[in-house]
């Protein structure tokens, strides 16, 4: 992906209050960072960070799955008609709520990324915090990864971890996961957003 012809168009995907949506708007100030974002969308009209996007000067649309019922590709083609009215061309997954299906998956290869609150492959899926506990494990973290039809599957561009500290809860080790999460996200955004780092036969390249 260049950015030979300006910053890349980028949209953010939430269904709730956005945390790392607003770290992305905040990397994207700076007027060196290669990514725009130019869109917020949700797939619920209460969603938090729709407002904070709004507040932020940034468009802001939802596009409500509960209409579409089971109909996962009907949804989806409504927000992709959303994305490129406009004019999108990277979308990042902050907090969305939805499985995708491999039609949009496939549509967006290559520029669909998305942050999870694991250090993949380990612990995909969600309630990832719970089951790194109850694993023992030493470490925990987040990825940041290419989306692939397969959930939680795809190739990591940046990965940050923390220490589970002795008397951790979910509480508070999700706060430190989430803090890495802000740090690396942008980071991640700006590497794929420049074509430092891309997808490429199945494999992340300059990650």
């Avoid at 023992?136 to 973290?141: K, T």
Wanted: a negative charge.
């Amino acid at each position: 992906m260049s950015t030979a012809a300006g910053r890349v168009r980028t949209a953010i995907l939430i269904s709730g209050r956005g945390s790392n949506m607003v770290a992305l708007i905040e990397a994207a100030r700076a007027a060196d960072f290669p990514a725009e974002i130019a869109l917020v969308a949700a797939n619920l009209p209460d969603a938090g960070g729709l407002e904070r996007a709004r507040s932020a000067g940034i468009a802001a649309v939802c596009v409500d799955h509960r209409p579409f019922g089971k109909d996962r590709e009907g949804f989806e083609r409504a927000l992709d008609e959303a994305l490129r009215a406009h004019g999108i061309e990277l979308v990042a997954l902050a907090g969305f709520m939805r499985v995708l299906t491999p039609w949009f998956v496939t549509r967006w290869q290559g520029r669909l990324i998305n942050i999870h609150p694991s250090l993949l492959p380990d612990f995909r899926g969600t309630h990832t915090h719970a089951r790194a506990l109850e694993a023992g494990v030493a470490e925990h973290g987040c990825t940041v990864h290419f989306v692939v039809p397969e959930l939680d599957a795809g190739p990591t561009i940046l990965q940050a971890r923390v220490p589970v500290l002795p008397g951790d809860d979910e509480a508070s080790l999700s706060a430190r996961v989430l803090e890495q999460e802000h740090r690396i996200y942008p980071q991640a955004l700006a590497l794929v957003a420049s074509g430092a780092a891309r997808l490429e036969n199945g494999a992340a390249v300059g990650a």
